[in-house]
């Protein structure tokens, strides 16, 4: 059987789906695809841009981007969570404010 049925909520549990997904899929393309499906905000109250990240509730760990689901362990009828992350900088960047470096020290 190449696909999982799994559930996804929101941070605060009150948005779920059910979904059936393939094994292999990359963790990153099903972020992608379940922030719209979920209609998850982009952009923080403050203009930030936001990614998210999945918690697999079973073990307790955030997937990586770049895992499968089979990679990760997720198992059929398991709950992932998705967490939202603030880029940081990302707003500043646009509006086109100066960064600071900070030079490396000398040997």
Same mark, same amino acid.
């Given at each position: 059987?190449? #696909?999982?049925?799994?559930?996804?909520? *929101?941070?605060?549990?009150? !948005? !779920?789906? @059910?979904?059936?997904? &393939?094994? *292999?899929?990359?963790?990153?393309?099903?972020?992608?695809?379940?922030?719209?499906? $979920?209609?998850? &905000?982009?952009? +923080? &109250? *403050? %203009?930030?841009? $936001? +990614?998210? !990240?999945?918690?697999? !509730?079973?073990?307790?760990?955030?997937?990586?981007? *770049? #895992? @499968?689901?089979? %990679?990760?362990?997720?198992?059929?009828?398991?709950?992932?969570?998705?967490? &939202?992350?603030? @880029?940081? %900088? /990302? /707003?500043? #960047?646009?509006?086109?404010? /100066?960064? @600071?470096?900070?030079?490396? /020290?000398?040997?």
């Amino acid at each position: 059987m190449n #696909e999982l049925t799994i559930e996804v909520w *929101d941070a605060t549990g009150n !948005k !779920k789906e @059910t979904v059936e997904v &393939p094994r *292999d899929a990359e963790v990153r393309r099903l972020i992608a695809v379940l922030v719209d499906r $979920m209609n998850l &905000p982009r952009h +923080s &109250p *403050d %203009g930030q841009l $936001m +990614s998210y !990240k999945f918690h697999h !509730k079973a073990t307790g760990r955030q997937l990586l981007d *770049d #895992e @499968t689901l089979r %990679g990760a362990g997720v198992q059929d009828g398991d709950v992932l969570r998705l967490q &939202p992350e603030i @880029t940081a %900088g /990302a /707003a500043r #960047e646009a509006r086109g404010s /100066a960064r @600071t470096s900070i030079p490396a /020290a000398a040997p």
